[in-house]
């Protein structure tokens, strides 16, 4: 079992930068491979990007690649969404989750553990 507690939403300017940040309990967090997916009201929750258990290898959405890095540090056990050069498009709440399935996974249902989520709102 694995809690995760995002934080680092807020309101920015198109063009502008946000750091989220996602934190994990337990000791187990090097072994999940975590990923970051976002969802506006009315709309599914999609998939945003994803890093391996080690950090090696990551995946991204093609609307963000480029814009967003996805890092994690195991021994805080911390991931970390950079978000730079943001759109009004990007506004949405954005959520953490993390998988037993590796190295490297984007769906909905490969991820077992969910935070609450954090609002990002990019103006115009």
């Known amino acids: 079992q694995v809690q995760l507690v995002e934080s680092g939403g807020g309101l920015v300017q198109a063009g502008g930068s946000l750091r989220l940040s996602c934190a994990a309990s337990?000791?187990?967090?090097?072994?999940?491979?975590m990923g970051w997916f976002r969802q506006v009201p009315g709309k599914e929750r999609e998939f945003v990007a994803a890093i391996s258990n080690s950090g090696f290898r990551t995946s991204y959405a093609d609307s963000v690649k480029g814009r967003f890095t996805i890092s994690r540090d195991n021994a805080k056990n911390t991931v970390y969404l950079q978000m730079n050069s943001l759109k009004p498009e990007d506004t949405a709440v954005y959520y953490c989750?993390?998988?037993?399935?590796?190295?490297?996974?984007?769906?909905?249902?490969?991820?077992?553990?969910w935070g609450q989520g954090t609002q990002v709102t990019v103006s115009s």
């Open positions: 989750a993390a998988s037993y399935k590796t190295p490297v996974v984007t769906g909905l249902k490969d991820y077992d553990y």
């Open positions: 337990g000791r187990t967090f090097s072994m999940y491979t």
